[in-house]
């Protein structure tokens, strides 16, 4: 049985970078399901939940999910979930544009007092020091937010994760950008496309191609700025189209504001008169 539960383990993996959300919803929900059935707790199958649930936008749910866990569980550790919920709570914070509470959470998953080590701790933080970066950027401190993104993009080339290799220089390339620094965000971006070029990850796609496209924009380049948010639209619209029509997950996807920023570029562009159905 535990074999079995931690071969699902390492599918659950696959699923989630491959983009098979829908897959990946149905294993987790079937897993569960025998889990109790076996009289074990299914803590794995609420930890890659709540993973899935961070990679579709869906924080505040990832959040709760998490909560869960960490009130209820008393045989096994908590330290992922409450790391997830951190990560979570972060990114909820940045979106309300409360810059000082989503340091101070990004900044806990860090601190090794707050958060000790656990299993896959180092994605966990690589994730908070590029939320970090994020959170810097977006309050308008771009000094902090080149070191934070410098010390990302070390990090994560120090692995072997393509999905952390292509954010690294996505994010980079944001940067550059709140600098005018056009030559080394066109650089980054580049070397973040060939990532996404070379790999099947579409999780880390999408947001590159978002970004080719705003510095292509900037660059008055709006045939190829259009060409890449398309592309990027394209992947989004596969990662939703993998979950059932009717999946709760696959309309907070869609709902997420980042998401809901990217899709509004192709209504700004239809021609007048023009509607989709």
Known sequence: MMAHFFALSGKTLALLHAGRFGDL?????????????????????????????????????????????????TEYPT????????????????????????????????????????????????NARLGLANAWLASGNIRNARA????????????????????????????????KDW?????????GLAVVNRFEIPTAAWPVHST???LYRRLKNAAAAERHRARA??????????FAPDEPLR????????????RSGSAARRPRGEHTH
């Open 251 to 262: 309309h907070a996807f869609l709902a997420a504001a980042p998401i809901r920023r990217l």
């Open 212 to 214: 080719r496209s705003d």
């Open 183 to 191: 030559k080394g965000a066109e650089d980054r971006i580049e070397k």
């Open 79 to 126: 330290g992922q979930p409450e790391t997830i919920a951190r990560l979570a709570t972060g990114y909820a914070e940045l979106e309300q544009k409360n810059y000082p509470a989503a340091l101070a959470v990004f900044a806990q998953v860090l601190d090794p007092e707050i958060t000790p080590k656990f299993f896959l701790h180092w994605y966990w933080r690589l």
């Open 25 to 73: 919803m149905t294993l987790l929900r079937d897993g569960r399901e025998m889990a109790e059935r076996n009289g074990i707790e299914p803590w794995m199958f609420i930890f890659r939940e709540a993973w899935l649930r961070t990679a579709v936008l869906d924080f505040e749910g990832a959040r709760r999910l998490c909560e869960t866990v960490t009130r209820a569980s």
């Open 148 to 179: 934070e993104a410098d010390r990302f993009r070390e990090a994560a080339l120090s692995t072997d994760e393509p999905n952390l290799h292509a954010l690294a220089w996505e994010v980079g390339s944001r940067v550059a950008m709140a600098e």
């Open 233 to 242: 639209e394209a992947i989004v619209d596969a990662l939703a189209n993998s």
